[in-house]
């Protein structure tokens, strides 16, 4: 091992059964990890057993000790989540032995680059039966989510987290390190956590536990896959196996994406179609064993956790997934904000689509904005330029045929066009149109929308209707016609949603003051001077005085009432109106 020395390390056991792994683990340890009654009474491991060492100079070595019989393999598969050193256990009576092979084609599988070798039984030999098998290991994954290696970031008592892949949300009460109680957990260390809010039931291994919001529960999951030299057959596209990945064992069709079958020692890309949801980081290893009999066939790394929908043999998706294992970081980066299109998305969200730490990956965003490899709509909220691009071009397009099918309307409502821009994240939208109006393409007039060009033009004769509606609406002052009856009037017919009649209303020359109540705004404005003179005059006035002061019925005083408490220029009162302060 390079590098600084770790305050952490965890070591897992490996090998045979019988071949004594459990047994060294107690007598380095004084621990006996045996702890459920079927282990003790047939004498072999079953499940997974914790033990530590404190060293001098503060450092820490925990034990994972693994199951070796081969009907507990997938036990051993949920220990080696989180590693960083495989301890090898060899008898020396027996030698190499099936499970042996198997758990160190599983270490080899997952890249586990740091180990040793525990040679147990040398007293039951002959001395040239000893010899050295030299294997080197390291490993990506997540432990137990109770008790678990804690592999990025750190937790601290009284977070909030999230169970993935359950997406149920509980607060950390309390943390242990190999058995005391600390106050926070880093990286690289085993972590017993104490869940607040959530039943035993709602929590189970292979599930993850991050922070919320982060992570994407997936039932599809691309990756390089390698098929081991010895495994026993071909495997053909579209084969059942048992897919394992962190502490998490979920059957899975294998989908080849470039051939119809994988040979022994060879290696392709392949699409996982999950039975169940699974949460994964890029750069994840995993195991893959055969559906029956259930023996190691072979692993790889995960490339997307989130993979765009490609058609599976697509040579598109062949190239997105070589970018993604020879690609460089920023190309990477790039790739992913690609495929999340329009909608954009949030740096929380990224994090959990990218092979990098949260540091690493803003200094990367950072370095590609300035070169227009990604656009920031905020400092949380990223989208590709081709993206943004087509979403430009989309809303243009749409304002277009908006003006061509309605020249008498200035403008389309803000909603009704983020409906049409494929109904884009508000942030994203916001962000487009702040951008269009800033390049002089768009104009907004609050909620309406329209090209800087478009201006509403009308004929002579739709001229005389719009001034005439205008007169019968100015000269009614407080008792204002229905649209129906102004329409009438004008020889015409239709409701308030005549395009003529709109004309006004989105000149802002009539308001609405309710349901289908229109004034003219010059009205509106000599009866908000009336009404106010009056209030200074007697401090509080009814619906009668109202009435009294305009000469009109009930059906216009107590809109008006109303529309004028909106405004904010008068206040209610019981039954009485005030003038409002200011």
Request: net charge positive.
């Amino acid at each position: 091992m390079t590098g600084p020395t770790p305050k952490h390390v965890v070591v897992g056991t490996a090998g045979h059964i019988d071949h004594g792994k459990t047994s060294l683990v107690k007598a380095l340890t004084g621990i006996d990890t045996d702890r459920l009654p079927e282990e003790k009474a047939r004498g072999i491991t079953i499940d997974l057993g914790f033990a530590f060492l404190e060293e001098v100079g503060g450092l820490t070595i925990e034990i994972v000790d693994v199951p070796g019989h081969e009907r507990f393999v997938k036990n051993m598969l949920a220990g080696v989540g989180g590693i960083d050193l495989a301890m090898l256990v060899i008898a020396a009576d027996e030698g190499v032995m099936p499970q042996t092979r198997e758990h160190l084609a599983i270490c080899s599988l997952l890249h586990i680059r740091a180990g040793l070798i525990a040679l147990t039984k040398a007293d039951l030999v002959e001395p040239d039966w000893l010899g050295l098998v030299d294997r080197v290991f390291t490993v990506k994954g997540f432990g137990t989510v109770v008790t678990g290696t804690l592999t990025t970031g750190a937790l601290a008592v009284d977070d909030r987290v999230e169970v993935y892949p359950r997406s149920t949300e509980a607060k950390i009460r309390g943390l242990q390190a190999h058995g005391h109680a600390v106050a926070s957990a880093q990286a690289g260390q085993r972590t017993a956590v104490n869940l607040q809010g959530l039943e035993r039931a709602a929590i189970a291994r292979g599930d993850v536990v991050g922070l919320p919001g982060t992570l994407v529960p997936t039932l599809l999951i691309d990756g390089t896959l390698e098929l081991l030299k010895d495994a026993p057959r071909a495997i053909r596209s579209r084969t059942r196996v048992r897919f394992h990945v962190g502490t998490s064992e979920i059957m899975a069709r294998a989908l080849l994406l470039d051939r119809p079958e994988l040979a022994p020692g060879e290696t392709a890309f392949a699409r996982f179609r999950l039975e169940a949801p699974l949460v994964a980081r890029p750069g994840d290893r995993f195991v893959v064993r055969s559906y029956s009999p259930i023996v190691t066939i072979g692993g790889g790394t995960l490339l997307d956790v989130d993979p765009p929908r490609f058609k599976r043999k697509a040579p598109a998706l062949v190239a997105h997934l070589t970018l993604l294992q020879t690609g460089s970081p920023e190309a990477v980066l790039e790739e992913h904000v690609r495929h999340v299109g329009a909608a954009g998305v949030r740096l929380a969200t990224l994090a959990g689509r990218v092979p990098f730490g949260p540091e690493r990956l803003r200094g990367l965003l950072d370095a590609l904005r300035p070169t227009g490899r990604v656009v920031a709509v905020d400092r949380d909220w990223f989208i590709h330029p081709d993206s943004f691009t087509r979403l430009r071009m989309l809303v243009v397009d749409a304002l277009a045929a908006f003006h061509r099918a309605n020249p008498l309307k200035p403008g389309m409502s803000r909603e009704e066009l983020r409906g049409r821009a494929g109904g884009a994240d508000e942030r994203v939208f916001a962000f487009l149109l702040s951008s269009l109006v800033t390049g002089g393409t768009v104009k907004t007039e609050r909620d309406k929308v329209r090209l800087a060009s478009h201006e509403v033009r009308l004929s002579p004769e739709q001229q005389r209707v719009v001034d005439r509606l205008e007169d019968d609406f100015l000269r009614a002052e407080a008792a204002p016609p229905s649209a129906e009856e102004a329409l009438g009037r004008a020889g015409l017919g239709g409701d308030e949603e005549h395009e003529l009649f709109q004309v006004l209303v989105q000149a802002g020359k009539l308001v609405r003051v309710k349901e289908s109540l229109f004034f003219h705004t010059r009205a509106l404005d000599a009866i908000q001077t009336k009404l106010v003179a009056l209030l200074r005059e007697r401090k509080e006035i009814g619906p009668a005085d109202i009435k009294d002061l305009l000469g009109i019925s009930r059906k216009y005083a107590i809109p008006l009432l109303e529309f004028f408490d909106q405004r904010r220029v008068t206040a209610r009162v019981g039954e009485r109106r005030i003038l409002r302060a200011g």
